[in-house]
């Protein structure tokens, strides 16, 4: 009996490292295969990802995972979506847990480099604030000398705060939580005078999150670039370009003036840069990177253009109330910048 | 030993050899089959990241720590943390464990109801809502920052915790209200009281039952031997009935006490920055998540290994002295 026994255990101790091959490569052949695209998103942040009572998706990074699933698998409808934290957004990337990180993650030099993740483009142009109640009557960032700062575990914040009054040569209190919820709740209590994050979150938490909007003001001072966009794994450059031209279709789709209404209509445009973007005639640029010439025109009509997503998500009829500012196309001062599709 | 198959010893040793070779063989190509996948992502398995700057502040630290600091002195600030959680609430979860224990077995009904109460109410709620409920309520009922409650002078309670007049850096420093709160002096956060407090409340009722049992433990006729020579309830208790319930107590309350410190890396929901916040701060900011939690699980092993061993000495140090 005890032979049966090491002889199971010896096979299933064979089995379980065996099946276990490198999951670098094909990517997108993985993503077809399974047929539904595993994106890592916010677990509840008003404006880039957040789940309402019904369990749908919304938000400005949820609206870039469906962009991508619309151009590799066709449908903007198949994918799923995992809730992560801060601490857990990396892993979950590395491991193969998810095939896209788009959860407002700022590219950083070593992010790009020592973490086995690679960035591509930037969607969303931010900088780090601070969120302060309106009673203290401040008026800049220079006057929090001794502020008892609340701020999340393990993300960019932290280290600007850090090297930002150190710079100031102003000392501070920093009360680090992994919870953006116990967060948001502790400064809510007072527990903290000041809250920092990236301005977009701020806003977003100011107007979604306080009892009062107008009881909190977000200073000038912005002290970071926080140049927000999605990742994904190193090693597999055909799943990163396709991620990266997925933007740059967007963006290219709002300068031609291609919306999720006029798509059909542009079709048949004859301008070449949007018969090319939208794959008319002998146009096909899907191919090398994996899809069909369809891609862009899909990604389009499912999702819309940067400029409709930018509007739908955080824009001026929402709660967050957020300019285009930096985020607008380069051609109307912002730094939304395409390469062209040719 | 003949080495032959006919042997039932040899056979034994065979086939418990062959285990520990397929077992070591395992072990060995999970490890590889890691390696491959990290190289394939560019990152390597390394302990060399902790010499690097941290470049993240600590706010309640027992050492000199900057943000210029590496990862290692991180690491040690965050061990100091939870030493100093786990021991302070060792300490109280005992007192308070040996006061409900006795209480619970009053003649009294009232007390003994109150600690019967007690024990099963918190043993049945789940420590992370205790903390969560302990640092709400205390971040609510706390006095606002700029109106402080003096305790006694010099000393002052507000949101930003126990605030007290200590040394810093040589020179002794009385707080006092500035912009932001109080400023100057020492203070003990809210995150560390909640955190003290929830845990400390939480063990001792667990702590309760085991002394309660190892008093149970102890035959009748001592008790009743010792009020027949004149001895008073508080004296029995402590001369004669606890030194023999020792032997019934000290294995549980070992169980205990790790518990206690190992439940402390729950700070990390409350905002006290103790091993487990800094250890995932260090992970998610350099990526190096293998070797960042095998360093994590490294020191909770040790800091375990380390209790058990100080309550074996202490257990047989405590043993009864049978006459051979």
Redesign the interface.
Known sequence: MFKKTLVGLAAAAALSVAAGPAMAGKTLDSVKQKGVLSCGVNAGLGGFGIADSAGKWTGFDVDFCRAVAAAALGDANKVRYVPLNAAQRFTALQSGEIDLLSRNTTWTMSRDSQLGLSFGATTFYDGQGFLVPTKLKLKSAKQLKGATVCVQSGTTTEKNLADYFRSQKMSYKPVVYEDLKALIAAYAEGRCQVFTSDASQLAAIRANDMKNPADHVILPEIISKEPLGPAVRRGDEDWAKLVSWVHFAMLEAEEFGVTSKNVDKMKSDANPGIQRLLGQGNNDFGKAVGVDAAWAARVIQQVGNYGEVFERNVGKNTPLKLNRGQNALWTQGGLQYAPPIR | MTLSLTNPKFRARL?QG??VV??L??LW??VA?LQ???A????ELGFG?LSGPA?????ERLIAY??ESSYWMAYAVGILNTLRVAILGVLIATGLGLFVAIGALSINPLVAWLCRTYVEVLRNVPLLLQLFFWY?SL??LLP??DAPLTLLPGVFLS??GLSFPWWVDGLWEVPEL????M?GGAAI???FLALLGGLSIYTSAFIAEVIRAGILSVPKGQSEAAKALGFSGWQQLRLIILPQAMRVIVPPMTNQYLNLTKNSSLA????Y?ELV?VA??T?????H?VEAISLLMLVYLTLSLLTSWLMARFERASRLKERT
Do not use: H, Y
């Not at chain 2, 470049?55 to 706010?59: N, P």
């Not at chain 2, 500035?178 to 709160?181: K, Q, V």
């Not at chain 2, 992970?283 to 990526?287: P, S």
């Open positions: 086939w062959l285990l397929v077992l063989v395992c190509l999970l089959n491959k996948n990290l394939a992502r560019g990152v990241f470049g993240f502040d600590i706010a900057s943000a709400l971040a609510a606002e920052n949101k930003g500035g912009p932001f709160g400023v956060s809210p995150e990390v929901a409350i905002g920055p916040s995932t701060t992970l998610n900011q350099t990526g998540a």
